[in-house]
């Protein structure tokens, strides 16, 4: 991992130990030592063992005091309930919204699709992962709900982790042309079309648990 300026502190403390955890640079088991992270990202021990407190919280890393840290292992059961949880969001996100985009939150989701299609292509998974996130982005920023946003950033780094293991081709194509529909169902402001597909995008990661 990259140091950090100190004046981000905790926030990109956590950050960056989050990222680290979903792209498996700290792999699932390993033990955490907040003190060779904090020299890592040029941080004090305060900010680290904060952040690592939230990663226990979000189910990324298990602490036992007095004992380890370690970052979580990929439960399947526990990916299939977040995966649930952030589809409901997204559905009420896709209900809430479509129907009163503008052409620019338009243009920014098929700019979003064309990154994510060209990542896929590529195999760069940090910036499909990206592009993914950045597409849904603009349905849940539209809502303007900060409780579905907030809920959404807490539980997608879980899912995050197993869609990485499984990640393919074939599943990037279904993504894409998933995303197309989408984008063509907003367009015509077809609130249940948009929430249906919404739906069936991110059951599939339910179902890639099973």
Known sequence: MERVPRRLLRETAYEAIRDAVVRGDLAP???VNSAELADQLGLSRAPVRDALSR??????????PQSYTRVTRVAPSE???????????????????????TSADLAEMRAANERFESAARRGDIDA???????LHGVLVRASGNRALAATIER??????????LQFGRDHARRSVERHDDLIAAAA??????????TALIWRSLEEGTE
Do not use: C, F, N, Q
């Not at 990663?55 to 036992?64: M, N, S």
């Not at 969001?89 to 129907?99: C, N």
């Not at 539980?155 to 990485?164: H, N, S």
């Not at 015509?188 to 597909?197: F, N, Q, Y």
């Open 128 to 134: 499909a992962m990206t592009a993914d996130d950045d």
């Open 79 to 101: 990916v299939r309930d977040a995966a649930a949880v952030v589809r409901a969001m997204h559905e009420l996100a896709a209900s809430a919204t479509v129907g009163s985009l």
């Open 188 to 197: 015509a402001g077809d609130v249940s079309e948009a929430t249906r597909l």
């Open 29 to 31: 088991g390993a033990a």
């Open 55 to 64: 990663l226990a919280d979000e189910g990324l890393v298990e602490t036992k």
């Open 155 to 164: 539980y997608t780094p879980l899912i995050r982790r197993l869609e990485r």
